[in-house]
């Protein structure tokens, strides 16, 4: 699973940092420019297509978690084996959803900063705390860039952690099923 994680977000957050850069191409969104309404455009929905692949990642480790561990307490149960690895596959997942939380916010809070900032909205925000609405969108899209790879060197190492957990229970059903004259 690591090998496969470590491929998603790192095109998701090659994706992300694509968006970004387009964005910052566009310059002024407010002119009626053809080619400028064009940029925003496509901006926008590689910003959203970033968005929902980073989501994609963030839900992909979520669901690795669930499934590991139910096969966690099912092979636990069957082989019995001592519920301390059921225990260190619940704190990992426990300790990575936080994180993962922080960054789909993030995510999800950019892309709405951004619907808001496009001067073709029905919203009208015209900015807050002495910033415009674009510079309030494009400083959201920087720390989302930084938080969500944070997360993902997190998840990372959380999923090659679970993968030693599953390790030792695989060794030990081994150990079980040769002591019991079974296949291994």
């Known amino acids: ?3 496969i994680f470590l ?3 790192s095109l998701g957050n090659i994706v992300l940092w694509v968006a970004l850069g ?3 191409s566009i310059g002024d ?3 009626a420019d053809p ?3 064009h940029a925003v455009g496509v901006h926008f929905l590689a910003g959203v297509g970033a968005l929902v692949f980073a989501v994609m990642v963030h839900a992909l480790v979520l669901t690795y978690f669930m499934g590991t561990g139910r096969w966690l307490e099912e092979t636990c149960t069957a082989y019995r084996l001592p519920g301390t690895y ?3 596959n619940r704190d990992l997942k426990w300790r990575t959803l936080p994180v993962m939380i922080l960054s789909l916010t993030l995510l999800i809070l950019t892309g709405a900063f951004g619907g808001a900032a496009d001067p073709a909205s029905a919203v009208g925000f015209q900015g807050w705390l002495g910033m415009s609405a674009a510079e309030i969108h494009m400083t959201m899209a920087l720390l989302t860039l930084v938080v969500n790879f944070g997360v993902n060197v997190w998840e990372y190492l959380s999923l090659h ?3 030693t957990i599953i390790a030792e229970v695989v060794r030990d ?3 079980i099923r040769t002591e019991r004259g079974l296949e291994s």
């Open 86 to 88: 059921q225990q260190r």
């Open 173 to 175: 059903v081994r150990r």
């Open 35 to 37: 080619v400028v309404q």
């Open 161 to 163: 952690q679970n993968a």
């Open 29 to 31: 969104a407010r002119q």
């Open 22 to 24: 387009m964005g910052l």
């Open 7 to 9: 491929t998603l977000a």
């Open 1 to 3: 699973m690591t090998r």
